[in-house]
Each structure stands twice: as C-alpha cells, then as structure tokens.
C-alpha cells in the first residue's frame, strides 16, 4: 500500500512475507520488483526506476522508504542517522524493566546469523531502545527505538534479553502457534530531501 508518492519519493506499507528487495532465488515477488512496475506504469521500456533507502526483512511489515531519483536516495540516506524510526514487538515472557537501552557489538558469521559481541573489532556498534506498553504473565508489546539499523538488530538484542520476538525462529524458540514474526515497522518521520519538510508516516498494525 502507497503511503505517500511525490516527484522524489515513495513510502509503502510493506506486508509480511514479501522482500524488500530480490535475492539470487527471488527476483519478481519483491517490494522493488513491483514498485518499478507501478512506476512505469506497466511499459517495460521506461526509464523511470526506483531506488532502495533502507529494507526491512520479508518477516517484518511497516514502513519503507524508496527513491525516484538517485539525488533523493542520496540525500535519504546521509540524514539517515536523523530519521526516527519506532516499531511494535510482541516478545515472550514478562520484562522486568519498564524501558530501558540495548547497547552490544553486532557481527555477522559465515551462515549469515547475526550475533552480539563484545569485540569492537568484529561487530558494528548497535543500540535499541525499549518500552512495555502493555504485558501479561507470557507476553509483552513492546515499542522500540531503532537508532542504529544493522541487520536483523532488533531481532537479535531482544532474543539477548531474554525476550525473542515471537515467531522468530531464527533467533528464537520454534513456536507452532504463532505462524509469523510479530513485528511491525509502525512510523517513520524524516526530513524530505529536497523541500527540507519534517514528514511523518504510521502502518497500521496488521491484523494476525
């Protein structure tokens, strides 16, 4: 779904299970594939194209910026650090904390399973930030502040806690009931890369 669309960029609510982007196995049934066939308006000879900021996982739904032009993607992308980002989890167990800061080193190994260290030669500083909005005795949603955006970062500080997202079963436990990941990308707010505008958007969270 088309969140917002102007002359330089395009902010999607991107449902679960699809790619952001293609892999060596899927090239078609990705978010990319499909916006640069709405952009060229199904005329396979258009130069119009798109252009990726950020991604999300296939298991993660919400809010995705993309580029019309390689200037915008550009500018995107080096205010990046300055664009909030805020997302749901529901996580298992109950959390002690009300809120609270993770901070670890994160590396990635040969089998692509990310992992926290404590060695700062290996791993890219990563912080996330948490709070409970609501929980009982077996779950708890959790409102997340992503201020950095490694790779499967808020999957892999919470699973470290002792609270995996549940349906992860990456970094998780295997879970019958629960046959996707809950989580949810639910806003972003950025500056526009031309017009200098604080812009602000919000995914509904999905029904399971």
């Not at 708890?140 to 999957?155: F, P, S």
């Not at 639910?186 to 958007?201: E, V």
Request: net charge positive; hydrophobic share 35%; with cysteine.
């Amino acid at each position: 779904a088309i969140l917002y669309e102007d002359r330089d960029i395009l902010v999607v609510d991107k449902p679960a299970g699809l790619l952001t982007m293609g892999t060596d196995f899927v090239k078609t049934r990705t978010a990319y594939f499909f916006l640069t066939d709405y952009v060229r308006k199904g005329y396979s000879r258009s130069r119009s194209r798109i252009f990726i900021v950020h991604r999300l996982d296939r298991e993660t739904s919400g809010v995705v910026i993309f580029a019309k032009n390689v200037e915008a993607k550009v500018r995107l992308q080096d205010q990046w650090k300055n664009t909030e980002k805020k997302y749901l989890a529901v996580v298992h167990g109950q959390c002690a904390k009300m809120s609270g800061t993770i901070t670890t080193y994160l590396a990635e190994n040969k089998a692509h399973n990310v992992y926290s260290t404590s060695d700062r030669t290996k791993g890219k500083l990563s912080t996330t930030g948490y709070k409970v909005l609501k929980q009982t005795k077996d779950a708890a949603l959790l409102e997340l502040d992503l201020w950095t955006g490694r790779k499967h970062q808020i999957r892999v500080h919470l699973a470290g806690i002792g609270h995996a997202v549940i349906g992860d079963r990456k970094y998780g436990k295997e879970d019958r009931d629960h046959t996707r990941l809950a989580l949810h990308a639910r806003s972003i707010s950025f500056k526009h890369p031309f017009s200098g505008q604080q812009l602000t958007f919000e995914a509904q969270v999905p029904v399971y």
